[in-house]
């Protein structure tokens, strides 16, 4: 048995083939950077919606981690506060399940949920560290890492910094959202 012969045309057509299997999608989001080529030429507007588009799924990918720990936690404490008393009590006197949730349980169960999302502001610099990487948007996560690998530590420092300004916002976020939930909450 030869070796098969391989001719111009059937070079061309093998290229062509892979180059059909290798086009992208994207219509789920811009995978990569933060503006698409020739934006440049765009209206201020269209400047605009094309960095909200690249936003779409880092701010996702970013998002769906803490969306889903928070939405756990809040179950969690929804079916602690169901089969309490006063829970029992307002549908005793006609109110309707819905509105007993909505009324007193949410409120009750919300302020464990509140405390939680405050805290996970600093946990959102770590993971965008990740999303810097993969989606190629240069950030103070990936310059910290950068910092890190240099041994620069002035701008790890800044780095910290800024990270533990952003967790006592959050606690005071928190706090804040937690005392507007529920009016027992007073600052004494």
């Given at each position: 048995m030869g070796k098969p012969k391989i001719d111009a045309t059937t070079d061309v057509n093998i290229k062509g083939a892979v180059k059909g299997q290798l086009k992208l999608d994207n219509s789920a989001?811009?995978?990569?950077?933060?503006?698409?080529?020739?934006v440049d030429y765009k209206s201020f507007s269209g400047r605009?919606?094309?960095r909200l588009w690249h936003l779409v799924l880092p701010v996702t990918t970013l998002t769906l981690l803490a969306t889903a720990a928070i939405s756990r936690h809040q179950r969690s404490a929804l079916m602690e506060v169901m089969p309490s008393d006063?829970?029992?009590?307002?549908?005793?006197?006609?109110?309707?399940?819905?509105?007993?949730v909505r009324r007193h349980a949410l409120r009750n169960a919300l302020l464990p949920s509140i405390t939680l999302a405050g805290l996970y502001l600093?946990?959102?610099?770590?993971?965008?560290?990740?999303?810097?990487?993969?989606?190629?948007?240069?950030?103070?996560?990936l310059l910290?890492?950068?910092?890190?690998?240099?041994?620069?530590?002035?701008?790890?420092?800044?780095?910290?910094?800024?990270?533990?300004?952003?967790?006592?916002?959050?606690a005071l976020l928190a706090d804040v959202a937690a005392a507007a939930a529920d009016p027992r909450i007073r600052v004494s």
């Open positions: 989001g811009p995978l990569a950077g933060q503006l698409s080529l020739g605009l919606l094309d006063w829970m029992r009590t307002a549908i005793a006197k006609g109110v309707s399940q819905r509105q007993a600093p946990a959102l610099a770590a993971g965008a560290l990740f999303v810097e990487k993969v989606f190629s948007w240069p950030g103070m996560g910290a890492a950068n910092a890190i690998a240099a041994r620069d530590y002035l701008l790890i420092t800044a780095a910290v910094l800024v990270t533990s300004v952003a967790v006592a916002l959050g």
